[in-house]
C-alpha cells in the first residue's frame, strides 16, 4: 500500500526552506500531498495579503518534483477532515507547528521536521524591500 504523506504552508515568496522541506515531507512516503494555505486564510492568520495569490503560490507548489497533488487549504481548523479525505498516513509540518498538531496521532503519524535556519518569507519581504 502507498503511503501518502500530507503537509500545509503558505508558501509566499518560495524559498529553499520551502523547498527542503517539501523534499524530506516526501522522504515520509510514496505520494505527497500538499495544501496551500488561501489568501483569505493568510488575511486572517497573518494580518496581511501574501506577495503571490493562492493560485500563484499553488502553481509553484504544483510544479515541483516531489509533489503529487495540491489543494487549496480554506482553514487551520479543517486538518482532520483534509487527513481523511486524502487518506494521509503522515502529517509532516515544520518544527515551528511542533506538538500543535499531536491531536492527530488516533489517526496519522505526525512528523514535526526542524526549519531551514535563517531563511524566511518575512526576512526575504524586508531583504527585497530594502534593496528597493
Ligand atoms: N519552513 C522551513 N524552514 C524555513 C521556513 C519555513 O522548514 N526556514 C517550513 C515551515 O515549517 C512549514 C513550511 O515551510 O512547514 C511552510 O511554511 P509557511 O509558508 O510559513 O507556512 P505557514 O504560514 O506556517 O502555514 O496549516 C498550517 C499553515 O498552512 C502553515
Given at each position: 500500500m502507498a503511503r501518502t504523506v500530507l503537509t500545509f504552508g503558505t508558501f509566499d515568496v518560495f524559498h529553499v526552506g520551502h523547498l527542503r522541506v517539501i523534499e524530506r515531507a516526501a522522504l515520509q512516503g510514496d505520494r505527497l500531498v500538499v495544501g496551500v494555505s488561501s489568501d483569505a486564510l493568510n488575511l486572517s492568520k497573518k494580518g496581511r495579503e501574501p506577495v503571490f495569490s493562492q493560485a500563484e503560490r499553488l502553481a509553484i507548489v504544483a510544479a515541483l518534483k516531489p509533489v503529487d497533488e495540491v489543494f487549496v487549504e480554506?482553514?487551520?481548523?479543517l486538518k482532520r477532515h483534509y487527513i481523511e479525505q486524502y487518506a494521509a498516513d503522515v502529517l509532516v509540518m515544520g518544527d515551528d507547528w511542533a506538538g500543535r498538531f499531536d491531536e492527530f496521532e488516533d489517526i496519522c503519524e505526525v512528523v514535526y521536521l526542524p526549519r531551514t535556519p535563517a531563511i524566511s518569507t518575512t526576512a526575504l519581504i524586508e531583504k527585497i524591500s530594502d534593496l528597493a
Open positions: 480554506e482553514s487551520l481548523e
